[in-house]
């Protein structure tokens, strides 16, 4: 398995009201989510931003919750889970948060609980 270190950059970055409109909900439910850890959310320019590849417009993306409780369970901050989603594993083909787009999920499900081992 061969993973390179520098992770892509996602598509484009949302800001939270961005994110509540996408998901149509309010932005305290969205930084709710944040909390709960069901949505990953950085500060990039100063501002708290979501990968817009993490949501799946109406919802976040069906397996995402799922893969950043097994990471935080594993000792990832939000920052560590970013880099391992968006880190390319040829292994995979391709990064964790695209195999999750392209409903490779029960893979990365998979790698992300081997973590905590």
């Known amino acids: 398995m061969r993973v390179t270190d520098t992770p892509n950059e996602p598509a484009?970055?949302?800001p939270l009201p961005d994110v509540a409109e996408r998901l149509d909900m309010p932005v305290n439910r969205v930084r709710?989510?944040?909390r709960?850890?069901?949505l990953l959310a950085l500060r990039r320019e100063g501002v708290l931003k979501t990968p817009v590849?993490?949501?799946?417009s109406p919802m976040v993306l069906k397996h995402l919750?799922?893969?950043l409780t097994l990471l935080h369970d594993?000792?990832?901050?939000?920052e560590e889970a970013f880099r391992w989603l968006y880190t390319p594993d040829d292994s995979l083909p391709g990064a964790p948060a695209e195999a999750?787009?392209?409903?490779r999920a029960t893979e990365?499900?998979?790698r992300a609980q081997a973590l905590g081992f």
């Open 36 to 38: 709960e850890g069901r």
């Open 74 to 78: 594993a000792g990832y901050n939000d």
């Open 65 to 67: 919750p799922g893969v």
């Open 12 to 14: 484009s970055w949302l």
């Open 100 to 103: 999750l787009r392209d409903n």
């Open 108 to 110: 990365v499900k998979r």
């Open 53 to 56: 590849d993490l949501i799946d």
């Open 32 to 34: 709710q989510l944040i």
